[in-house]
Nanobody, 128 residues
């Protein structure tokens, strides 16, 4: 089993920056991809970005160029550097992990997050 704990959320003005962190513990060898997803009440949860064990990554188009995902496997920690934040980035941000590369792609490109196996409890980001 894998445990994921997010931190770093908060209130920021438009154009500002935040860095989210996700600390992983447990059977971290069980996942290939780990990434960030977000949810706004009344909407479906959507993928933001995923980083893979081979150092590749993928992003939702709306955040590409503004957000940067990175992972430090020695520390079992995932990061999301968010720059040029917009009010529409306001959401609860979740860290999630999965062994399947395809499940991760489904989450980011199709907002089909049902395949992601492990989830944190989230950290709130508010841009206002």
């Amino acid at each position: 089993h894998v445990q994921l704990v997010e931190s770093g959320g908060g209130l920021v003005q438009p154009g500002g920056s935040l860095r989210l962190s996700c600390a992983a513990s447990g059977d971290t060898y069980m996942y290939n991809g780990v990434g960030w997803f977000r949810h706004v009440p009344g909407k479906e949860r959507e993928g933001v970005a995923v980083a893979f064990a081979d150092d590749s990554s993928t992003y939702k188009n709306s955040v590409r160029g503004r957000f940067t995902i990175s992972r430090d496997d020695a520390k079992n920690t995932l990061y999301l550097q968010m720059n040029s934040l917009k009010p529409e980035d306001t959401a609860m941000y979740y860290c999630a992990a999965d062994q399947s590369r395809n499940d991760c792609y489904q989450g980011v490109y199709r907002d089909n997050v049902s395949g992601m196996d492990y989830w944190g409890k989230g950290t709130q980001v508010t841009v206002s």
